[in-house]
Antibody, heavy 132, light 110 residues
């Protein structure tokens, strides 16, 4: 069974740091890009970071760039999110989610196609609370 | 403020058909495929529709998606009480280099 399990959440003071982990099972982590997505209490989904399967491509949302660092250890089947300089507005449930995608053929000969992707498997999330 | 625009709420009675809209721009929906996620109360999001109109295995065919230009929509026919959830549209944004979501639509089954 494909699973992602987040851990490392907790209560931290403003300005503090926390490291989240996402342990995966049921698939080869190196074959997939993975994202961190968070959800503040009563709010919607906010994507915060992406890392490619090899780790060579990384993206961040403006709200966390310079404070958060995403990384992965494929040998340990794990994804990480190092969060520094935490603020009250970082309080949220943090989910890791696997990227899935492929090539969609528009024509029967596939001479015309496009790429698609989506987040196909999500963990249950870990809660981060930033408060004094 | 979310990049993609969704109505905050929608409602219907059992058996009805409801639609949820999602509006974006040329750099997001206009350039990439749209996905829809369902989040039941107290649970993680789950993909409902991917690649504009494809359903993962296990998702009932009561759920359908479409996209035109810089807008997309999710339709739910034969509404059931268990469809009561939050629904989010999402896509990749080429100018932001990241995933963007709508603000979410809370569906109430009356």
């Amino acid at each position: 069974e494909v699973q992602l399990v987040e851990s490392g959440g907790g209560l931290v003071h403003p300005g503090g740091s926390l490291r989240l982990s996402c342990q995966v099972s049921g698939f080869t982590l190196s074959s997939y890009a993975v994202n961190w997505v968070r959800q503040a209490p009563g709010k919607g989904l906010e994507w915060i970071s992406y890392i490619s399967g090899s780790g060579s491509t990384i993206y961040y949302a403006d709200t966390v760039r310079g404070r958060f660092t995403i990384s992965r250890d494929n040998a340990k089947n794990s994804l990480y999110l190092q969060m520094n300089s935490l603020r009250a507005e970082d309080t949220a449930v943090y989910y890791c989610a696997r990227d899935q995608g492929g090539r969609y053929c528009v024509s029967t000969t596939c001479s015309e196609f496009y790429y698609y992707s989506y987040m196909d498997v999500w963990g249950k999330g870990t809660t981060v609370t930033v408060s004094s | 403020q979310s990049v993609l625009t969704q109505p905050p709420s929608a409602s219907g009675t059992p058996g009805q058909r409801v639609t949820i809209s999602c509006s974006g721009s040329s750099s997001d929906i206009g350039s990439n495929t749209v996905n829809w996620y369902q989040q039941l109360p107290g649970t993680a999001p789950k993909v409902l529709i991917y690649n504009n109109n494809q359903r993962p295995s296990g998702v009932p065919d009561r759920f359908s998606g479409s996209k035109s230009g810089t807008s997309a929509s999710l339709a739910i026919s034969g509404l059931q009480s268990e469809d009561e959830a939050d629904y989010y549209c999402g896509t990749w944004d080429d100018s932001l280099n990241g995933w963007v979501f709508g603000g979410g639509t809370k569906l109430t089954v009356l």
